[in-house]
T-cell receptor, first 114, second 119 residues
Framework: KQEVTQIPAALSVPEGENLVLNCSFT??????LQWFRQDPGKGLTSLLL?????REQTSGRLNASLDKSSGRSTLYIAASQPGDSATYLCAVSFSGGSNYKLTFGKGTLLTVNP | DAGVTQSPTHLIKTRGQQVTLRCSPI?????VSWYQQVLGQGPQFIFQ???????GRGNFPDRFSARQFPNYSSELNVNALLLGDSALYLCASSCVQGDDCGATNEKLFFGSGTQLSVL
């Protein structure tokens, strides 16, 4: 069964700290991996998309890495701010299905304290 | 440019009723996907439609159905509602590579969702 797991389920850090969110997936045959942000009761905002052939993507203070062989991805957030508080979701598009069918983890609830 | 729009934002139904949720994709996007997100869980894939045809279906019962219209908007229908259908229903649109909307990857753009409560 193709599954995505995120650790930790929740994380609380002081403002300014650098942090890492972890994502693991059970099948290395993937099209891509995406990281999303979700604010309470809201939809998802795409942060970064890493294609199967890529190792990492960067956007501002965010950096996502992909290691297909080990089935892992990390999202690194530098110099965290209270506005970064949200749930972060990792989603994988596994090969053999639609490129647009995503399998999500349960998310990591991040709280950045001022 | 308008993003993905969903209506209604909130809906309350009782068990056994039927519900229709609506989604308008970003202009130029021909692919629409539906996801169900139960509280505390990640979204689960329900359907994907492209060019008015079903291109993918998740592990949901036949009570769930969808369609896509010529203008690429979409409806999700759920019959015989159960308490367990209470969830946030998310619609996402995508620009498929090769279509005339400038896609460079399979990025999904999500709407704000419809919060369905079944009593």
């Amino acid at each position: 069964k193709q599954e995505v797991t995120q650790i930790p389920a929740a994380l609380s850090v002081p403002e300014g700290e650098n942090l890492v969110l972890n994502c693991s997936f059970t099948d290395s045959a993937i099209y891509n991996l995406q990281w999303f942000r979700q604010d309470p009761g809201k939809g998802l905002t795409s942060l970064l998309l890493i294609q199967s052939s890529q190792r990492e993507q960067t956007s501002g203070r965010l950096n996502a890495s992909l290691d297909k062989s080990s089935g892992r991805s990390t999202l690194y957030i530098a110099a965290s701010q209270p506005g970064d508080s949200a749930t972060y979701l990792c989603a994988v598009s596994f090969s053999g299905g639609s490129n647009y069918k995503l399998t999500f983890g349960k998310g990591t609830l991040l709280t950045v304290n001022p | 440019d308008a993003g993905v729009t969903q209506s209604p934002t909130h809906l309350i139904k009782t068990r056994g009723q039927q519900v229709t949720l609506r989604c308008s994709p970003i202009s130029g996007h021909k692919s629409v996907s539906w996801y169900q997100q139960v509280l505390g869980q990640g979204p689960q894939f329900i359907f994907q439609y492209y060019e008015k045809e079903e291109r993918g279906r998740g592990n949901f019962p036949d009570r769930f159905s969808a369609r896509q219209f010529p203008n690429y908007s979409s409806e999700l229908n759920v019959n015989a509602l159960l308490l367990g259908d209470s969830a946030l229903y998310l619609c996402a649109s995508s620009c498929v590579q090769g279509d005339d909307c400038g896609a460079t990857n399979e990025k999904l753009f999500f709407g704000s969702g419809t919060q369905l409560s079944v009593l």
